[in-house]
Every structure is written in C-alpha cells, then in structure tokens.
C-alpha cells in the first residue's frame, strides 16, 4: 500500500513539473495577452472609481425587480457576495487542473488569456455605458443621506488613479450598466460549458448564475436592467469573441478547442507528443518543444 500511494506520488509530481514545463513556456510565448488583460482590470477600476465622482444620490427609480423581489436588507447583503466569491474560486481552481489530472482539454495559460479577452470587452462596453448615463444607485450607501453616496471632490489626478482596494470596489456607485458581478460569473459558466466536461457542473453553473441575479436585485445593489443587460451582452460577447479568434488544437483525443490568437507558430506536433507524454506522467523538455516548433 505505502509503495503504490509513493509510486503514484511520483507520478502525480512528475506530471505537475512537466504541466509546469509546458505552461512556463506558452506564458513566454503569450505573457502580454495576459499582462494586458490583468492592466485592464486595473483600468475598469479606475473607470469605475471615476464614475464615482460624478455619481449624484436620487430616489430609487421604479424597478420590476424590486417590486416582486422581497428586499434582503443591509444585514443579508453578504449573501450575494458569498455566492460570487464561491463561484470565483471554484472557476478559478478549475483551470489550473490541468496540472494534476491526466485528461485535460486546455493549457491554463490559454484558458486565461480567452477568459481575460471576454472580461476586456465586455468592461469596455459596461464602461460605455455606465459613462454615457449615471442613475441614482439603488444600493444602501448610494442613496441620499450617506456619506458614501458622493466622493469629495479629488484634490488632484493621484488621487483618482488609487483605486482603494477593496473599500472603494464594494462601496462604489454609478457604476451600474451593465452588473460587474453578473460580467465575471456568466464569463465563468460560459467558459466552463464550453471547455469543462461534467454535464452537472454545467447545469449546476447555470442555477448558480440565476440564483446571483436574483440575489443582486434582492439586496437592491443593482437594477433589474442591469442585470438583464448583463445576461445578453455577455453571451454575445463571448460569441462574436469566439467567431473572431482562431482555433488550435485540443490536448485530448486530437478534439478541436477554440482558444485564443496565442501564436502564429504550428505547435500541432508538439502538442501531440506533449499530450502523450503529459498523460504517462512523464515530463516535457522544453528543447525537444523548441526543436519541433522550429521544425514545422
């Protein structure tokens, strides 16, 4: 018994070096996708701290979701964050499988660099939209009376760039058109039922995002239209995204994923062999990866 579970230890940490290997050089090959979608985040926030400024406390407007949803109240509203944050990590996580599972369908680093291209775009377009037009926000520290409602005027430029985290994140306002929340778990579910493989993880992702909309219509930090909004925009986004960006080869039973514009150079061949290897738990040298590349 002691010798199977070491003989399987070894096993398990010769597929993590060579998942390592592999992963260390697609991230060489592809680091600006994705030192440029994490610079992005930084720029949404910084978009919705400005918006903040601008951002004046008005009744709360007529809304359907409102009407037929009871209120949680300022006490329950961790609800919902505790469901996104579940949903955060749980995606999260799964993505970096790969390096201890045997069946993959998808490198880690591409996996991100997709997920990150259907956040960039859909954070443009929510900053479009929340820019265009500022409602009175509905949530409890944006409604008249509260000294979180208005930000002092800034007393230069330094000031606006520090986003204040995580303070200025949760207790922002203005930045309603379309749900930031609703923006990442619907990337989350959408990206799982199209590269993860458990029909009930799926169908229990699915369950997951509607019971997060009507979580944050009922503790009243967002619009019902923002979330309605959220619910079509993403969908298209992650459509027209897949549309424009090329496909490569999966890592399973030769399957055909669409990933991401990664590089132009042929990997088919190495990925063949990388597979092979990756699934008898041996490792990857990175020369016999570069040699072929070269080759092809």
């Not at 990150?116 to 500022?134: E, G, K, W």
């Not at 930045?175 to 799926?202: A, E, N, P, W």
């Not at 897949?242 to 042929?266: A, F, H, Q, V, Y």
Request: glycine share 6%; hydrophobic share 45%; aromatic share 14%.
């Amino acid at each position: 018994m002691t010798l199977y579970i070491g003989r399987e230890a070894s096993k398990l940490w010769k597929r993590i070096c060579a998942e390592t290997s592999a992963e260390s050089n697609l991230f060489i090959d592809n680091w600006k996708y994705i030192i440029a979608g994490f610079v992005f985040q930084y720029i949404h926030g910084v978009a919705a701290r400005g918006v903040h400024y601008l951002h004046r406390p008005g009744p709360t407007l007529q809304d359907l979701g409102f009407f037929l949803l009871p209120e949680l109240g300022q006490d329950k509203a961790y609800i919902s964050e505790a469901v996104f944050m579940f949903v955060f990590l749980s995606f999260f996580l799964w993505t970096f499988h790969p390096f201890v599972v045997k069946v993959k369908k998808f490198y880690t680093v591409q996996i991100w660099c997709r997920v990150l291209a259907y956040l960039v775009v859909s954070q443009t377009l929510q900053i479009f939209t929340f820019y265009s037009t500022q409602l009175p926000g509905p949530n409890y520290h944006c409604r008249p009376g509260s000294k979180l409602a208005r930000l002092p005027e800034p007393d230069g430029v330094l000031e606006v760039l520090v986003i204040n985290f995580p303070q200025g994140v949760i207790y922002g306002c203005g930045d309603l058109i379309f749900s930031s929340h609703m923006i990442f778990t619907l990337v989350f579910v959408l990206t799982y039922q199209k590269y993860g493989t458990r029909r009930c993880i799926k169908q229990f992702g699915w369950s997951i995002a509607i019971i997060q909309s009507l979580l944050i219509v009922a503790s009243r930090k967002h619009y019902t239209v923002d979330v309605v909004v959220a619910w079509y925009t993403v969908n298209l986004v992650v459509f027209f995204v897949d549309k424009k960006l090329p496909e490569l080869s999966g890592r399973t039973n030769g399957s055909s994923l669409i990933l991401l514009p990664l590089s132009t150079k042929d990997k088919d061949k190495w990925t063949k062999e990388e597979n092979h290897k990756l699934l008898n738990g041996n490792s990857v040298n990175p020369a016999d990866r570069d040699l072929q590349v070269r080759s092809a």
